[in-house]
């Protein structure tokens, strides 16, 4: 459902949010008023966000830094500077995987690059690939370096498919290289982290992962025996490839840096009612469980959902 409201309905006096108290900063809203205010319309949580805006309160973000990969935001028809204007008025922490050119856009409106990319890995070819170690080595190194210079203390790499590679050798594969580029990622303070993908899922195109185990996971973090070699908790993967969803996070958690969120079994919103993992139950596991990092949503907009409504609902679903 589609919700209209006319363009010159009044968002805010004169337009504008108050200054926001923890940012220390004033936001103009550009974004379109009929985009906001139809979400606002529709749900209780964007409503007291502008009821707050009007009495000139700060958004309260809650116990858990919430951050966004592209695709919750991917159908909206905003631009990239009303995206980050529209996640830093929901109360947003971050964005997962900016190019470097958008990070000073992010910026701007009081938000970190909370995930970047550039290990020389990708899904097909990755850490358990020994011939490419020497330039996995290179790139990650300056990978690191560019996390040190924008701010963000996550860089993700892939370990790979197997095409008959055994588990076991796969492994040793990637503490071998892993092992070798810890030293730095210490000396810097980046964490350098694998992301759990299943091998179940056809739609998902990830059908012959190395990573497709938690286990696999944790056994090449502690092989390392570094402290910044870690892993993406993915709840959707998680899920599919091993349940037991909030168990697995709590009694590893030394080893996770980075969690990512979004409806199982369909990988969409993770407000809807037909999808089979309950997230107030799994955000207030992770407020309690002393975990710091950051946690994206990945979620897929559900086509014919205000993609607005869902960012906001999902967020709320996610505030502790």
Known sequence: MDFVLPDDYPLLPNGRIEPDQQRGKSMSISISRRKLLAAASASPFMASLVRAAEEGSPVREGRIKQTIMPQPLGTSGLSYEERCELLAYVGFSGVDLPQRAQIPILQDYGLAPSLMTGTGTSFVDGFVRREIHDKIYEETLK??????????????????????????????????ILSRVAPYAEEKGINVCMEITNSKVEKDNRTDQMFDKLQWGWDVCKGTGSSRIKIVYDFYHVQISDGDVVRNMRDNLEYICHMHVAGVPTRGEIDRDDQELNYRFIAQAIADSG??????????????RNPILSLANCFDVMRV
């Open 143 to 176: 990978g690191i370096d560019m996390c040190v210079e924008v701010g963000c203390p996550n860089l993700i790499g892939m370990p790979g498919e197997r095409r008959g590679m055994s588990r076991e050798e796969g492994r040793d594969h990637a503490i071998a």
């Open 291 to 304: 975990y710091d990092g950051y946690v994206a949503h990945e979620w897929m907009p559900t086509p014919g």
